[in-house]
C-alpha cells in the first residue's frame, strides 16, 4: 500500500474497527502477549500527582484504558471517545459488567477535532490510535486545548526498536506472523495488515516528541517500552505556555 493510499484509508479507519470489534480484545491481548496490561499501568503511574483528575481517553476502542484509568483513587471521572460505534458498545458493556459507570463513560466522538470544550479536563490519553487519526498535528493542537494549565496529555504508541537483532524479529513479527494470526482470527481481509503498515509509517521518538513541542505542550519527553516496541509520550501545559 502507498503512503497516499495509507493516508487516505486512515479518514474511514474506525470502519475497519467496527468490523473487527467482536474478536479485537481478545487478539489485542493475544498479538501483544498480554504486555499491553503492563503498559497501562506505565501511563497510570505518569498521571498527575494530585486527586479529582478528569480524563478524556481518545481512540477508547472498548475501553481498557478507560476502565483502568477509572479504577485509580485519585481519578474523579474518564470519558472515554471513539468514532467506532461497534468498540463502543463493547466497551459500554465492559464499564457496565465491572460496575465503573459512576466513574466512566464512552460516547462517539472524533480524536482529532475533540469535540469538547476548551481547558474542561486535567488529563488526555491515546493509546495506539492515534497513528490511524487523519492528523497527528491537528489532535495534538486539540488535546492543548482542552486541558486545563497544569494538564497533562499521554500518547502510547508502537515505535521501532534501535537494536538491530530485536528490530529484525520486531519487523518478521509485525510483517507476517501478526497480520497473518489477525486477518484470519478476525475473519478480516486485511485489517491488521492495514494496522501493520501504519506502524512502520509513523513518527516516533524525537520525531513524534517535536509534534508535542509545536502544539505547545512542555516537559516533552518520552519513555521507550519493552526494548522500544511501544513509546509513551508525555507533555504538560504549564501557566507560561
Not at 499491553?36 to 506505565?42: E, F, H, N
Not at 494470526?181 to 485489517?191: E, P, Q, T, Y
Amino acid at each position: 500500500m502507498s503512503k497516499n493510499e495509507l493516508h487516505a484509508r486512515k479518514d474511514e479507519s474506525y470502519k475497519i474497527f467496527d468490523k473487527i470489534a467482536g474478536t479485537y480484545d481478545f487478539l489485542n491481548h493475544l498479538l501483544s502477549f498480554g504486555i499491553d496490561i503492563y503498559w497501562r499501568k506505565v501511563v497510570i503511574n505518569n498521571l498527575p500527582k494530585r486527586n479529582d483528575l478528569e480524563i478524556l481517553d481518545l481512540a477508547c476502542g472498548t475501553g481498557d484504558l478507560t476502565i483502568a484509568l477509572a479504577k485509580e483513587k485519585n481519578v474523579k471521572s474518564v470519558l472515554g471517545i471513539d468514532l467506532s460505534q461497534g468498540m463502543i458498545d463493547i466497551g459500554k458493556t465492559k464499564i457496565t459488567r465491572k460496575k465503573l459507570s459512576d466513574k466512566s463513560s464512552m460516547e462517539i466522538g472524533d480524536g482529532v477535532n475533540i469535540p469538547k470544550e476548551d481547558n474542561s479536563f486535567d488529563v488526555t490519553t491515546v493509546s495506539f490510535g492515534i497513528r490511524n487519526f487523519p492528523d497527528t498535528q491537528k489532535s495534538l493542537h486539540n488535546m492543548y486545548r482542552v486541558i486545563r494549565t497544569g494538564g497533562r496529555s499521554m500518547v502510547l504508541e508502537f515505535s521501532i526498536p534501535k537494536n538491530i537483532f530485536f528490530r529484525g524479529i520486531y519487523f518478521f513479527y509485525f510483517r507476517y506472523l501478526l497480520p497473518f494470526v489477525g486477518n484470519l482470527v478476525s475473519k478480516h481481509k486485511d485489517a491488521y495488515s492495514y494496522l501493520n503498515e501504519t506502524v512502520e509509517d509513523y513518527p516516533y521518538g524525537e520525531n513524534f516528541a517535536q509534534m508535542m513541542k509545536n502544539a505547545g505542550f512542555k516537559n516533552v519527553h518520552f519513555k521507550e517500552l519493552t526494548f522500544g516496541i511501544a513509546t509513551l509520550y508525555i507533555g504538560d501545559k504549564l501557566e507560561n505556555n
